[in-house]
């Protein structure tokens, strides 16, 4: 553990790779076709690995959020319409990278009534139409928690629901400044109560204060509302406007903490000083995939 007051730790630095023909590839794709990123949105720590390794994670509806959580970088205010021509590029940029596995997100749009989930529905349709066979994992806002939004877009052949519960309760507020923790819970058991054989993943950040029995508490909700696949990982200030870290965890703490949460059942786990949602995304789903086919077929006796 290192203390805010300490500088940062060796285990922070990142080699960093600024040019190489995936990184300039997926800019210039990016860019021509004028969609957005988290990676750039929220000055991801693995944004040029991924981007050497030509995978991105799209982010629709707009660069502005309509929140303003204290740990964010994506700009928040008051954001454009819709593009409707937006779920076409995506899938074009998917077609062009030929991505087998797509992560998509999306900035919160309390301004729409339907919070977007239209929107993410047209994107999944648009994709798998240009993309037979490829994969889609959709990480999502809550939605205003209605249910009825999310319905949407499960049905058109989404592969796994993420949503980020991002921190534990007792500070979920401060985090997480216009959303309710028990609500973001909903959003992963309303998506296994609508469409049971979707796969549900989380992801939260260590370093904003929270105690080890709350991370502990954390990991029962979520084992609770019957995720699947978790992330955890080191949370990192993106600039003086956003919440300061309270402390910085080693390599060991993550591998500790790692286990203790596959030690709750979840069926993948992935925990590290710079892991992110959405990194490497389709390891993990591939490890829920085997594990599941090693499991033996299930039986029951009849009447």
Avoid at 76 to 93: C, F, I, M, Q, T
Avoid at 225 to 249: F, H, K, M, W
Avoid at 279 to 287: G, H, I, N, P, S
Wanted: proline content about 4%; charged content about 30%; aromatic content about 8%.
């Amino acid at each position: 553990m290192v203390k805010l007051s300490d500088k940062k730790p060796d285990w922070l630095k990142k080699k960093i790779v600024l040019n190489g023909a995936g990184v300039n590839e997926v800019k210039n794709l990016i860019g021509d076709l004028h969609l957005n990123t988290v990676c750039e949105s929220a000055m991801c720590p693995n944004i040029f690995e991924c981007f050497a390794n030509r995978t991105a994670t799209f982010m629709i509806m707009g660069d502005v959020c309509t929140r303003n959580c204290s740990y964010c970088n994506v700009r928040s205010g008051k954001p454009d319409k819709l593009d409707e021509d937006e779920p076409r590029r995506v899938a074009g940029a998917v077609k062009k990278m030929g991505l087998k596995y797509v992560v998509v997100t999306s900035v919160t749009r309390d301004d729409l009534p339907d919070g977007g989930s239209h929107h993410f529905a047209r994107t999944i349709k648009e994709i798998k139409k240009l993309n037979p066979g490829v994969r889609i994992e959709c990480l999502v806002p809550d939605f205003n928690s209605y249910a009825s939004n999310m319905e949407t877009f499960l049905n058109q052949g989404l592969d796994v629901l993420n949503h980020n519960t991002e921190t534990v309760e007792r500070i979920f507020r401060k985090v997480k400044r216009a959303s309710d923790y028990k609500s973001s819970l909903g959003v992963l058991k309303n998506a296994k109560s609508l469409k049971p054989g979707i796969f549900t993943k989380s992801g939260f950040m260590l370093g904003l204060g929270e105690r080890g029995d709350e991370v502990m508490g954390l990991l029962s909700d979520l084992k609770e509302a019957d995720c699947d696949i978790l992330t955890i990982g080191q949370y990192l200030r993106p600039s003086e406007n956003n919440t300061p870290v309270v402390r910085y965890y080693s390599r060991e703490e993550f591998d500790r903490i790692g286990k203790l949460a596959e030690d709750f059942g979840f069926k993948a786990v992935s925990s590290g000083v710079f892991v992110r949602s959405s990194y490497k995304a389709d390891y993990l789903m591939e490890k829920v995939l085997r594990d599941r086919k090693k499991e033996p077929a299930k039986t029951g006796k009849t009447c």
